[in-house]
Nanobody, 123 residues
């Protein structure tokens, strides 16, 4: 079973940047579709970005042009670079993995989840 360990996140001013990392220690994720979701208490988990095994990326509309998802298979790590952050981007962010297939915006299709990391954006 792949374990996903998240890091990054924290408090940033509106307009600032943060980078989230999601590592699978000791396990290759090169064939996995990887994604980032976000959620606040009492709300549904929503899709943010995804990257396929062949590095095809997709984003929710509100983060296009501001967020960039990437992967470094040599480090078994996926990143979410978040720029021009807004107060409405304040969520707990989760990375997710699915061992086969193309990325999906539907969280139920992902089998493995990181523990989440909180992003706070002050106005």
């Amino acid at each position: 079973q792949v374990l996903l360990v998240q890091s990054g996140g924290g408090l940033v001013q509106s307009g600032g940047s943060l980078r989230l990392s999601c590592e699978a220690p000791g396990r290759s994720i090169s064939t996995y579709a990887m994604a980032w979701f976000r959620q606040n208490f009492g709300t549904d988990r929503e899709f943010v970005a995804a990257i396929s095994a062949s590095d095809i990326t997709s984003y929710r509309e509100s983060v296009k042009g501001r967020f960039v998802v990437s992967r470094d298979n040599s480090k078994n790590t996926v990143y979410l670079q978040m720029n021009s952050l807004r107060p409405e981007d304040a969520f707990v962010y989760y990375c997710a993995a699915k061992p086969q297939g193309i990325p999906s915006t539907e969280p139920t299709t992902y089998e493995i989840w990181g523990g989440g990391t909180r992003v706070i954006v002050s106005s």
